[in-house]
């Protein structure tokens, strides 16, 4: 993971680095650092460094009245090594400073080597060894001794294995900043005063909208008047300059405690605008997910997901209803498992890949993976319409869930769980599945979402009378069947990452065959019970766990006939029926047009109404536990390194 910004610019670059990291800190929040170059009368290469957050940075360069016009930033996700300061970036060797992203994986080897030049490390980390491996590239104990900076970022370049970006200072050369890419996302900023570099584009755009995407092995010199570009074989190159749409403004927490709650309760709004362009159809066309859409939805013999984290419960939920709705063969694999495992490659399945952030290293390197299997119906998910893995499919359908700031997902979840059911629709239809009259009930469905999970959210207060009972336990279990097992997963995933229980799911028939074990009076028990096919069988099992002392907490549909007892606590879900009149007005909810269903239950869309109660109940309870919701410990939004 981690973010990095540097700058070449004729103005102090401090307020942009700052700026920059803040932007960046999603990446990684353990620590944090910068370099800059003496300006006149400053001697000397000058770097800060912090444990912990952007701010308290912040705050070390403004007491040491720091300003320089070239430097680096990072935002640290440790790999190798403690959150530390002297594992922070950058990192120096000589007069040269470095901020890396990614991972290098031959960085033992490297090290002895430099160290047998003379080279002291201060740091456990892999950056460190490129720091000194430029020096070495430039002093000649590697090759020829480099002419000058791009040169010896180039024969440092050309030693390293695994992911990396690069941002590069020297005392040599006062007026540049040397960046590299392979792997790890990197762009360009083109600003009126001088030129940039960052991660990710939303760090750019406190100084310009146009960008430059670097493609990998790409190394770049930039001056405040200048950049030079060459590509992997060292050939001058040129890359498009594009006008980024993205918003500048920072995302305002209003009236929120945290992200994470505002965006929980932003769903009815995400949803309605991601399902913007359904608003008064009667049909689907499948051009909404690109112009061959219709052609591929037609030759496809199957679907492969793959994604990771939130974005592979997603999927997993999408399998239940592609194969049920469109009767089409769907799998889902995990990116990480999915990139290194011998699969049997299909070039009629249509490969989707799902990400809100559309930088996770391991999604990306499956689509490659896929790609080269001769995979070439491909699909992106994604809530980033500029990110490396919408720029790699060739058909894509953004999400318009809003920036997601709370590094627990939630928002993107539901939109994207709302794409995915436009994606069955549209794949029945071309399997010639769904009939008209199916076709607009489903629709309709769909445009009541907003509504039904505006009702869902008025739960809050009977679900945060729950979150005490959770606060002082170890351990919870959730249970889910059919299309609800992914979200039993998701539940589970939510109270792991924001309040440290530890939590696990399992499709409720599992229980019996090793978990019910686990069971005692100490061990809460979630249930997602909706009032679907597999209700009495999912009875059978709350049976299962009351027999043993178990404390069960069930969100049953209305007409789920669960009923409370000492050891049973149920809260009852909106009733569908009474979605029509609900407390919602349509005018809430932008432009999407609201129509009464006849729903008997939540339907095939009940997981979208079930995951927002569980969000909830993870929020409350890690309140109670008083953690850091939106940033909690060892994890980052957008995991950039495999
Ligand atoms: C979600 O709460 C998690 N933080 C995480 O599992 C996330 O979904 C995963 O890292 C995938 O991210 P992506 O959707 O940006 O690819």
Known sequence: MCGIVGAASANDSIPFLLAGLATLEYRGYDSAGLALLPNEGVNGLQRARSKGRVAELASKVAQAGMSGNVG???????????????????????????????????????????????????????????????????????GEPAENLLSAVQCAVAHLKGAFAL?????????????????SPLMLGIADDGHYAASDASALLSVTKRMMYLENGDIARLTPESISLIDRLGQPTQRNVITSSLNANAVELGDYSHYMQKEIFEQPQALSNTLEMISGAGQLQAGIFGAEAADIFAQIDSVLIIACGTSSYAGMTAKYWIEQVAGITCNVEIASEYRYRQSVPNPNQLVVVISQSGETADTLAALHHAKALGHHHTLAICNVPESAIVRETVLRFITRAGPEIGVASTKAFTTQLSVLFLLTLLLAKANQRLDA?????????????????????????????????????QHALFLGRGRHYPIALEGALKLKEISYIHAEAYPAGELKHGPLALVDSEMPVVVVAPNDETLEKLKANMQEVSARGGVLYVFADSGSTVTSSENVHVLQM????????????????????????????????????HVVALQLLA????????????????LAKSVTVE
């Not at 009541?448 to 979150?467: D, M, N, Q, T, Y």
């Open 72 to 142: 680096i930033a990072h935002t640290r996700w440790a790999t190798h090594g403690v959150p530390a300061e002297h594992n922070a970036h950058p990192h120096i060797s000589g007069g040269l400073a470095v901020v890396h992203n990614g991972i290098i994986e031959n960085y033992e080897a490297l090290r002895e080597k430099l160290q047998g030049f003379g080279y002291v490390f201060t740091s456990d980390t892999d950056t460190e060894t490129i720091a000194h491996l430029i020096q070495a590239c430039f002093k000649g104990h590697i």
């Open 167 to 183: 941002a590069v200072i020297s005392e040599e050369e006062p007026e540049c900043l040397v960046v590299a890419r392979e792997g």
């Open 437 to 473: 009259s199916t076709e607009k009930a489903y629709l309709d469905e769909l445009r009541h979402l907003p509504i039904a999970v505006g009702k869902v959210l008025a739960l809050e207060p009977s679900i945060k009378a729950w979150a005490g009972y959770f606060a002082d336990k």
């Open 574 to 609: 909106p009733d569908p029926t009474g979605f029509k009149d609900g407390g919602f007005k349509t005018d809430d909810f932008k432009s999407t047009v609201f129509k009464s269903t006849d729903l008997k239950n939540n339907g095939l869309l009940s997981p979208v109404l």
């Open 619 to 634: 929020y409350h309870v890690a309140l109670v536990k008083g953690t850091d919701v939106d940033k909690p410990r060892n």
